[in-house]
């Protein structure tokens, strides 16, 4: 949802810098670069430390 919500911003931040009179292929490579940076924490979410999902530390098995 986050990279979505991101790739929706950075559309409208695209069309608005083009509006201001940035130049249309600086305003692109920021917009990639917001979508970039969102899809890259996406991707290394479960490697961060905070990022262990209901698991905990122990790891996958849970006796019965």
Do not use: C, H, N, Q
């Amino acid at each position: 949802m986050a990279l979505l919500l991101t790739t929706i911003f950075s559309a409208a931040l695209w069309i608005v810098l083009l509006s201001l009179g940035i130049k249309p292929f600086d305003a692109l490579m920021l917009s990639v670069l917001l979508i970039l940076l969102a899809a890259s924490v996406r991707v290394f979410a479960p490697f961060f430390s905070g990022g262990r999902g209901e698991d905990g530390p122990r790891g996958g098995y849970t006796p019965r």
